[in-house]
């Protein structure tokens, strides 16, 4: 296992149609994240996971936005009717939780949104 | 809320000059700084973290960062940049608490020139 996978890497989709991007994390990482980079802005959090339980999703744009995690493993972020503000790219990360201290996130290589 | 300020969106620099890039963060709380550098149609590497310690810290590729408590700065520095380091700069601050979640700057795009 090399780092954090995301495919697709490039979605084209026109407005109104549901997308769904998928986030495989580094193997025993237990923590794993959304953020959304839009142009010339940094990523923005959007919510995350501790194995299956999603422990923050207030973040989420709007309630067209959701994910899941259902084994604890791979993740997958939803967008449905999408919209052309939707268009940015989706990062995923992934870090190990133990001991209650910090460690560092890693992050995948993104899948780029654009809606037509 | 905590934010992320960097102040300068580009930065252009000759090749073997100086560079430092800039960030300030608001916060009231103890803070985990980071550097992220993305480079073109890419996800974010880790250059340096300071979680607690020295306030100089090294990361990959000759960066260093300052840690400093009472101006809320961790300014980016390399003594001599290469067309490589051409790429967009992030800094980051996490609270440390039970979620982890990193606030991000805007970024800095670091031109390197010839």
């Known amino acids: 296992d090399t780092g954090v996978s995301q495919n697709p890497r490039h979605k084209i989709t026109k407005r109104g149609q549901n997308v769904t991007f998928r986030c495989d994390p580094i193997?025993?990482?237990?923590?794993l994240y959304w953020y959304r980079q839009t142009l010339g802005q940094g990523p923005e959090f959007l919510t995350y996971?501790?194995?299956?339980?999603?422990?923050?999703k207030s973040r989420l744009l709007s309630d067209r936005f959701s994910a899941e995690r259902p084994k604890g493993s791979f993740s997958t972020l939803e967008i449905q009717r999408t919209e052309q503000g939707d268009s940015a790219m989706y990062l995923c990360?992934?870090?190990?939780?133990?001991?209650?201290?910090?460690?560092?996130?890693?992050f995948g290589p993104g899948t780029r949104l654009t809606v037509l | 809320a905590q934010s992320v300020t960097q102040l300068d969106s580009q930065v252009p620099v000759f090749e073997e000059a100086p560079v430092e890039l800039r960030c300030n963060y608001s916060?009231?709380?103890?803070?985990?700084l980071f550097w992220y550098v993305q480079y073109p149609n890419q996800g974010l590497q880790l250059l340096l973290k300071?979680?607690?310690?020295?306030?100089l810290v090294k990361g990959i590729n000759g960066f260093e960062a300052e840690f400093n408590k009472s101006q809320t700065s961790f300014h980016l520095r390399k003594p001599s940049v290469h067309i490589s380091d051409t790429a967009e700069y992030f800094c980051a601050v996490s609270d440390g608490g039970s979620q982890g979640n990193l606030i991000f700057g805007k970024g800095t795009k670091l031109s390197v020139k010839p």
């Open positions: 300071y979680l607690s310690g020295s306030t």
């Open positions: 996971f501790q194995n299956e339980a999603q422990l923050e």
């Open positions: 193997s025993e990482h237990n923590r």
């Open positions: 916060s009231s709380v103890s803070v985990y």
């Open positions: 990360a992934s870090s190990l939780l133990a001991g209650g201290l910090y460690n560092e996130q890693f």
